[in-house]
């Protein structure tokens, strides 16, 4: 038996039927507050600023994930 391997190219591209989750988490020493999973940018951002204007903390963590799907180019 003889295997044959053939290169085929891919393209990997964000899925916009799964959205996009995004988190912020305060970074200041002794607060860990979270805004929590957001499927809105802007909402968390949002939080960042109120947070802030609540507590003075600015510096945040920020994290976005998303949904990709990969796909053959032929």
């Known amino acids: 038996m003889r295997t044959v ?10 899925e916009p039927e799964g959205g996009i989750t ?6 200041t020493v ?4 979270e805004s929590g999973p957001q499927g809105d940018l802007d909402a968390v ?8 204007g609540r507590t003075g903390h600015d510096l ?3 994290v976005c994930t998303d949904h990709a ?3 053959r180019e032929e």
């Open 5 to 14: 391997m053939r290169y085929v190219r891919h393209r990997i591209r964000h």
């Open 22 to 27: 995004a988190e912020a988490y305060c970074v």
């Open 30 to 33: 002794g607060c860990g507050v």
């Open 45 to 52: 951002q949002l939080w960042c600023l109120r947070h802030t």
């Open 60 to 62: 945040f963590r920020r």
């Open 69 to 71: 799907r990969v796909t």
